[in-house]
Structure formats: structure tokens, C-alpha cells
């Protein structure tokens, strides 16, 4: 998806998945000869799926299209129910993209479905925000498949169709398992005072999230939930409120994303994104968010 060449030559590429863990069992039953002989039942062994669950990266050179050359960047948080959430961004112009999705693996092959944005606003350093697809949109759709080994690696493809109808070509990439997935979460590790932009947002003990924007008025309230207790990431949902002025239509939306806790740099940082829709359009956010 990221190769794909946008206006400020943005581009597009699917950052990571986590698909649902699924155990297909193949049965199936052998019969006995006459009415005297026993009938026996041999099972076909268990088939395990690997799990695409992680904090994945990829970094990878532009070949082909008016972004040959280019750098892209990304990150993928992938629960193990299968719910995902990527990031990625063009190193050369800044463009960059998100979304969320879903996918579901059998053995070590994976499919899925997601809805991405080129993003407009974010709180990261040298990210555009004014980037928008050739055919003038800035949102669109995506069907994935690759395989996976499990905590390892994984080979993604996806075909990108923009929210106007334009298909871009089939990309192929190649991700890297980040073992910070493997660090057991908590609502203590996330409680405290973290910066985005100019603003503060305090998630409490209990999980719960506040944040007002003293230049729009904007008022977020919402709740943090860990969907495995064995690994670092975490899902929320905000509710926006008392916003004011042009950003007065996203009052009453409610907005849902994943986050995971870098413990790797001083300070600590939360990284993810999430995603609302108003007025029929996908907003996406990205943010890394270093603990005050």
C-alpha cells in the first residue's frame, strides 16, 4: 500500500497484521468390515495455526511508480483476536497512513480485510498532513494475505482500492517481529501523564482516559482495555464532547484504536493510533506519546 503515490508524492503500504488465533481439526473416520469385526476411529492429527499476533516493522526502498527510490517506514500492533492496527510513513515527503482491520490465519497463512486514511493529523515530527492519493482521496479500503512464523517474521500482500474506486498495484513486503509484544501489560504501566502535542492525557489506574484541548475546547473521555494479559498491547475507545468551531462535528463520536507501551527509551512512550468516522469520512490519528 505505501508505495502508492499521492499528491506530495504520498504513498501507501499495510503496515502489519495480528490475525485471530484459529486450530482447524481434521477429522475423519474409518469403517469396519463385517458385523462381527470392531469399527475403529482414527483421528487425523491437530493442525495448529501460527498466531500473527505482535509488534511488527518493516522498512523497505520504493521500486517502481513517481516514488521510486523512497524510503517507507512501519509498525503494526496485531491482538491475537485478530484485530490490527498499522502505521507506516514515507521517509523522503512525510506522507504517511493508518488504519485499522481484521484478519484470520489457518496454518501459517493469513487473510483479511481493513480500512486505512492518509493521516491529517498527528503529533509526530515530519509528518505531513496535507498528503491525499492521485485521484484526490484520502481514504480507502484493503484485502491482505501472506504467511506467517509465528514471533518471527511474516510476508504481507495487499491491494489497496481507494475511496473513489482507483486500485493501486499489488504490493509485497516483509515484516519483523518486535519482542516488546512479549512484555506483560498492565493498567499500572499505563497510568500517569502522557504528552500529546501541546496537551496532556492522563490515563488512571482503572484505565480511564481524560483530555481537553484548550484550543478547540474538545473534551475526551474514554476507557483503556487489555485484550490478552499476556501481551503489550492495549485497546481503547474515546468519546469526543464540547468541541467547538469547525471541530464541532466530531461531538458525540466515538473513536477506537491500540496502543503499545516502548519501555525501550527514557522516557516511556505510547505508541498506536486510532480512528473515527464523521460524517461518512475516516479520520486516522497516529501518536507517540512519551510519558511525563
Wanted: hydrophobic share 35%; net charge negative; glycine share 10%.
Amino acid at each position: 500500500m505505501l508505495n502508492r503515490n499521492v499528491t506530495n508524492t504520498a504513498m501507501r503500504r499495510w503496515l502489519p497484521s495480528s490475525v485471530s488465533l484459529f486450530t482447524m481439526l481434521l477429522v475423519s473416520a474409518c469403517g469396519g468390515g463385517s458385523s462381527s469385526s470392531p469399527t475403529s476411529t482414527n483421528p487425523s492429527p491437530v493442525v495448529n495455526s501460527q498466531s500473527l499476533g505482535g509488534i511488527w516493522d518493516t522498512k523497505y526502498t520504493v521500486t517502481t511508480g513517481l516514488n521510486t527510490g523512497d524510503v517507507i517506514t512501519g509498525i503494526a500492533i496485531a491482538t491475537e483476536n485478530g484485530d490490527f492496527f498499522f502505521g507506516s510513513v514515507n521517509d523522503n515527503n512525510g506522507c504517511a497512513e493508518a488504519g485499522f482491520g481484521q484478519a484470520s490465519v489457518s496454518g501459517s497463512s493469513f487473510t483479511g480485510t481493513l480500512d486505512w486514511g492518509l493521516v491529517q493529523f498527528t503529533t509526530i515530527p515530519g509528518v505531513a498532513t496535507n498528503c491525499v492519493e492521485p485521484d484526490g482521496s484520502t481514504n480507502g479500503t484493503a484485502t491482505i494475505t501472506g504467511t506467517v512464523a509465528q514471533r518471527s517474521s511474516l510476508t504481507l500482500t495487499d491491494t489497496d482500492t481507494t475511496s473513489i474506486g482507483t486500485v493501486s498495484p499489488v504490493l509485497t513486503t516483509t515484516w519483523t517481529y518486535n519482542a516488546l509484544y512479549s512484555e506483560t501489560p498492565s493498567l499500572n504501566t499505563i497510568a500517569g501523564n502522557w504528552t500529546f502535542g501541546s496537551n496532556t492525557v492522563n490515563i488512571s489506574s482503572s484505565g480511564a482516559i481524560f483530555e481537553q484541548d484548550p484550543n478547540t475546547g474538545c473534551v475526551v473521555n474514554g476507557q483503556v482495555a487489555i485484550p490478552n494479559a499476556s501481551y503489550n498491547a492495549y485497546t481503547f475507545s474515546i468519546t469526543y464532547s464540547s468541541c467547538a468551531g469547525s471541530d464541532s462535528v466530531f461531538n458525540g463520536s466515538t473513536a477506537t484504536g491500540m496502543l503499545y507501551v516502548d519501555d525501550t527509551v527514557t522516557p516511556n512512550q505510547l505508541i498506536g493510533g486510532w480512528s473515527v468516522t464523521v460524517s461518512g469520512k475516516l479520520y486516522v490519528i497516529v501518536a507517540d506519546m512519551p510519558r511525563q
